[in-house]
């Protein structure tokens, strides 16, 4: 029998003890249709569609290699000009009002093209993104983009989620956040802040932003400490380079945001020297600074752009990049020979598990296979044909916590290729 549901193996005890040893909420990623696209369109005529299923397989191929720039491909490229040799189904939508051209390509066969052209595959699991963005009107006036605005700022923000394949969701500003976050808080990315406010929404990153409006001629009144400590801490973002900007992915930057606007907590510069960091803002008539937290590692920066739709634009294809390099995985030479390796999963003690295991590792863009070796007990060993680097694999399961590294009593992960299915 497959499966002895009613017998334990001493090995499943052990890792059962070391799996207590697991801390925190489980994280949940989430899984995305990479093989299809919309595109805004204002009829339906022969010559429409034919344009719109390039634009979708445009889409479509920035979504799976995690990169706009992969486009630019020439393999990529002959791929574009013959669309409809990789349509599977198209239709029509309209939504408020607006039509647009549905079309979901063979997603095999795209990436066979991706593959043999040496770029990078971003699998279907992607990690969730939860959004704290203030914003300031003309009146000075601010406020948190909560789960339901309506505005264009958020609505941009949600169609480009769904166009890069980047799960995206913003908070929902109830009793709940109101308690543990401010405006405040936000508006100055404090970044212990932003992340215990964050906790009960279990995101894999969290980013903190503000977007506002350069007044190129405003100096903050240094007798008040609210202002100081703002732009204190926008001083320090321009004097330490961030870690993305205008001209693209540049060194990570080790300072954490809470250490230096601690250091802002009182007036500590003079008005010629505010009025000289004013001078600065000369990039755009826009500005978003921003700060990126995954776990311990916090990540900020400034942006700029001439208005409110592009710099936000703007933004979030250079963090949708930014994750698509760390997490796409690249076969690189069509010749790399194939890693095999075997794993043993703990906890798969039905046929329901096995076969919720078995599908969240065919989702790895790194997998190409994946089967059953053996089960003893509830502990089932598979054998898994890598397209990349095991370290590769091992990147993608720290997206959440469903497939977990069996660690000892201390934390330190054991020996060997050893996971515990969490559902």
């Given at each position: 029998m497959l499966f002895?549901?009613?017998?334990?193996?001493?090995?499943?005890?052990?890792?059962?003890?070391?799996?207590?040893?697991?801390?925190?909420?489980?994280?949940?990623?989430?899984?995305?249709?990479?093989?299809?696209?919309?595109?805004?369109?204002?009829?339906?005529?022969?010559?429409?569609?034919?344009?719109?299923?390039?634009?979708?397989?445009?889409?479509?191929v920035i979504k799976i290699t995690g990169q706009r720039s992969a486009t630019s491909n020439s393999a990529v490229r002959a791929m574009l000009s013959q669309p409809e040799r990789y349509l599977r189904a198209y239709r029509f939508d309209v939504v408020n009002g607006q039509l647009s051209y549905v079309a979901e390509f063979d997603s095999q066969t795209v990436i066979k093209v991706i593959r043999d052209a040496g770029l990078p595959v971003w699998g279907q699991r992607r990690p969730d993104t939860l959004l704290w963005l203030a914003t300031e009107d003309e009146n000075g006036n601010r406020q948190i983009i909560d789960d339901g605005a309506k505005g264009p700022v958020s609505s941009r923000l949600r169609e480009l989620a769904v166009e890069r394949g980047v799960p995206?969701?913003?908070?929902?500003?109830?009793?709940?956040?109101?308690?543990?976050?401010?405006?405040?808080?936000?508006?100055?990315?404090f970044a212990r802040t932003l992340q215990t406010a964050s906790v009960r929404y279990q995101p894999d990153y969290i980013v903190g932003a503000?977007?506002?409006?350069?007044?190129?001629?405003?100096?903050?009144?240094?007798?008040?400490?609210?202002?100081?400590?703002?732009?204190?801490?926008?001083?320090?973002y321009d004097?330490?380079?961030?870690?993305?900007?205008?001209?693209?992915?540049?060194?990570?930057?080790?300072?954490?945001?809470?250490?230096?606007?601690?250091?802002?907590?009182?007036?500590?510069?003079?008005?010629?020297?505010?009025?000289?960091m004013s001078q600065k803002h000369t990039q755009g008539d826009w500005a978003l600074d921003w700060v990126v937290i995954k776990n311990n590692d916090i990540q900020f920066g400034t942006l700029y752009a001439e208005n409110e739709d592009s710099l936000t634009a703007l933004f979030f294809e250079e963090y949708?990049?930014?994750?698509?390099q760390h997490f796409s995985v690249s076969s690189g030479d069509e010749q790399t020979e194939v890693n095999n390796i075997f794993i043993s999963v703990a906890n798969v003690d039905s046929l329901e598990k096995y076969v919720h295991a078995r599908e969240y590792m065919e989702q790895m863009s790194m997998v190409s296979h994946v089967s059953l070796v053996s089960q003893k007990g509830s502990v089932a060993t598979f054998s898994l044909s890598l397209l990349s680097q095991t370290s590769d694999f091992f990147k993608l399961v720290s997206l959440d916590s469903k497939l977990k590294p069996v660690s000892d009593v201390s934390g330190n992960p054991l020996d060997g290729l050893n996971f515990y299915w969490n559902e």
């Open positions: 002895q549901l009613s017998s334990f193996s001493l090995l499943f005890i052990v890792v059962s003890l070391f799996a207590g040893a697991f801390s925190g909420s489980v994280q949940a990623s989430t899984v995305v249709s990479v093989n299809e696209a919309s595109v805004a369109v204002s009829d339906q005529s022969s010559s429409t569609q034919k344009k719109a299923a390039r634009q979708a397989l445009e889409q479509v995206v969701v913003f908070p929902l500003m109830d009793l709940d956040d109101s308690v543990n976050i401010s405006v405040f808080d936000v508006w100055g990315r503000r977007l506002y409006k350069v007044k190129m001629n405003a100096v903050p009144d240094i007798e008040e400490e609210q202002q100081t400590r703002e732009q204190a801490s926008a001083f320090r004097t330490y380079r961030p870690a993305f900007s205008n001209n693209g992915l540049q060194d990570l930057n080790t300072y954490l945001v809470d250490d230096l606007v601690e250091e802002a907590r009182s007036p500590a510069f003079t008005r010629s020297e505010f009025e000289a949708s990049d930014y994750l698509g």
